[in-house]
DNA sequence: TATTGTTATACTCTATAACTATA
DNA sequence: TATAGTTATAGAGTATAACAATA
C-alpha cells in the first residue's frame, strides 16, 4: 500500500461540518430571521465584552470590510452600537445593545445546546484533539 | 466555580477555522483562478470517480440549487462534463474532464500539503479526535 | 405521487482598491 | 508614512419555490 488513504480529509470534513451546522442553526433560530454570519457574530459578542472591528474580523477570519455591512444590519435592527475608541480614534468598539445581548445569548446558548448534543458520546481527549487539530490549521493560514 | 469556561467553542473555532484555510487556499492555488467553492468540489472529485449533482451536495453539505451555477462554471472552463445517468435518467453523473481531473489533483495536493505542514506536530490520536467531533457534529446537522 | 436537478429570484458573503481620519 | 475602518464595486455563495423530466 503506497497510496494515502483519506488525501485532505481534514479540510474538506472542515468545510462540510461549517456548511451543516451554519444550516442547522439559522433554522434553530429562524424566529430571529438572522443570516448565519450574523449569528457568528453575535455568538462571538455573547459575553458582553466591546471588541474593536478588527479584532473581529480576527475573530471569524474575515476582513474589516466584510463586517461593514453585516454591521450595519445589525446596527440598523438596535442590536449594536460603534463607538469611537478613545485610545485609538481611528478604531471603533462594537457593542451590544440590550437586544443585541438578548440575541447573543440565545445564538450562544444554540451553539452551546447544538455541541452538548452532538458531543454527548465524545470524550475530552477526543475533544482536545479536535482543538490541537482546528488550532493548527487555523494558526497557519493567517 | 459553576460556569462554563468556553461555551459555543466548537462551532465557532470550526468556522474560523473553514475560513482561514479557505482564504490560504484561495491564494495558494491564485494561478488556477477558481473561488474558493470550486476548489472544494474539485478536490472532493479528485478520485476521479463520477458523482450525482445529489451525492456532491451531500459531500459538501450544499444544496443541490448551489451547486447548479458552480458546476456550469466548471463546465465552460471544460473541467467537467453532466452525464445523464444510466441507472436513474432524473439525475446527472459530474465526470471530471482530463483537464479537469490535473485541476483538481492539484487542489487535492494543495490541501494534503497544508494539512502536512499544519498537522506535523499533531499526534494520530488528536487527529482521531478531530474526525469524532467533526463527524458527531456534521451527522447531528443533517 | 415522489424525487432529481434546473431555473428564476432574492439576498447575503466576500474581497480588493481607493479613500478618510487618525496615529 | 502607516494603520483602522468605510465606501464603492464586482462577483460568488446560498437557499426557497416553481418547474420539467423521470421514477
Known sequence: MTTAKDPGSEILALHRATHATLQTLTSLLADLDLPAADLNVLANLADGA???VGAL??????KPSTLTSLLDRLTRRGYLVRQSDLADRR???VLL???GLAVAKRAAEAIADLERQALVGVTPTQRAGFHAVIDALTELSQ
Chains 1, 2 share one sequence.
Do not use: H, K
Not at 474580523?57 to 474575515?62: D, I, K, V
Open 91 to 93: 478604531s471603533f468598539v
Open 57 to 62: 474580523a480576527a475573530a471569524t477570519a474575515t
Open 50 to 52: 466591546g471588541r474593536t
Open 97 to 99: 445593545t440590550p437586544d
